[in-house]
């Protein structure tokens, strides 16, 4: 079984309800010299500045430019080496239980396709890879107002090359049915597990349960 990662609409809710009241809609004070360094893992990346004044915070996963995620959601993904990368936030402008939650933001390393182009709505693009190269690579339909939800076809015999990786094509990070267990018998929040084909075919939002 395949998931995708999502931020749940409740968490989603609660980020950017505290975010509006600030200046840049962000709770990221240096969001835009995070953004110019995020590709970077050297010691010119910049860390986020995380600033939380409300004490009642408590999600333990949200995006904002970056994946942010807490101490208790990366003891329960339990990742081997070489998956993903964990940088420090800085969360001394947080309330002190914020503070405790102890907020890394996560980059993730492996990118696979389990895609079944053929079947899944897409099309080929033409586009500029990280080293100024052309390149011809496949990207999934958009969904689009008033039209069916883009098929989503996983390939046969698929196997991810992690509990966690990047989907090649487009902008979702997949999971096993492994990791999605393990976060969710922790009670982890912000974050769903979503079945992208189901939820194509069913036109509603099919997530694993809790």
Not at 4 to 18: C, M
Not at 174 to 196: E, K, P
Not at 200 to 205: D, F, N, R, S
């Amino acid at each position: 079984m395949l998931w995708t990662i999502q931020q749940s609409l409740d968490g989603l809710e609660r980020y950017f309800k505290l975010a509006e009241r600030e200046a840049n809609f962000s709770l990221i004070r240096n969001k835009d010299e995070v953004r110019e360094t995020r590709t970077s893992s050297g010691p010119d990346r910049v860390t986020p500045v995380l600033q939380i004044r409300d004490s009642s915070f408590s999600l333990d996963f949200f995006e904002d430019g970056d994946i942010f995620v807490s101490r208790r959601l990366v003891d329960a993904m339990a990742l081997p080496d070489g998956v993903v990368s964990f940088h420090p936030v800085d969360t001394a402008r947080c309330a002190s239980p914020v503070q405790a939650r102890g907020y890394v933001t996560m980059t993730i390393h492996m990118e696979s396709d389990p895609l079944d182009t053929k079947h899944s709505d897409g099309r080929m693009v033409e586009m500029t890879d990280a080293d100024g190269f052309s390149v011809t690579r496949w990207e999934k339909q958009s969904p689009q107002p008033n039209s069916p939800a883009p098929r989503v076809v996983w390939r046969n015999g698929y196997a991810p090359p992690a509990d966690i990786f990047r989907i090649s094509g487009t902008g979702w990070t997949g999971a096993t049915d492994d990791l999605a267990t393990r976060v969710i018998a922790a009670r982890a929040t912000g974050l769903n597990f979503v079945d992208v084909a189901a939820s194509a075919v069913t036109g509603e939002l099919v997530v694993k349960g809790r």
